[in-house]
């Protein structure tokens, strides 16, 4: 199985070699005027990148945020579970918030 798939895999490539392509640039250049569907797909990429960089960062900052009051209540919540009777009132509390 693994050698038919192996065998496909070298054909698609020398189809895909022999093909003849419309752009005759390399591909480390920037996008040639030969290829404009590429240059309308490359800016619509760009512009995804670009939103889902804000959205990471925004999503980022509300983590910071979220774990910063979780260090809060996770201190308030050894103090009271400190002081005497404190473990029975945190059980309690967690039972009933299940």
Known sequence: MQTSISIIGIIFLIV???TPSACTTTKKSNPCKECPEFTHQIDSL???IQVDSITIKIIEADFDELWAENQIFSSMLSEIENEPGGSEIVNTLYNNNK
Do not use: D, Y
């Open 16 to 18: 895909l070699l022999k």
């Open 46 to 48: 760009k512009n995804k």
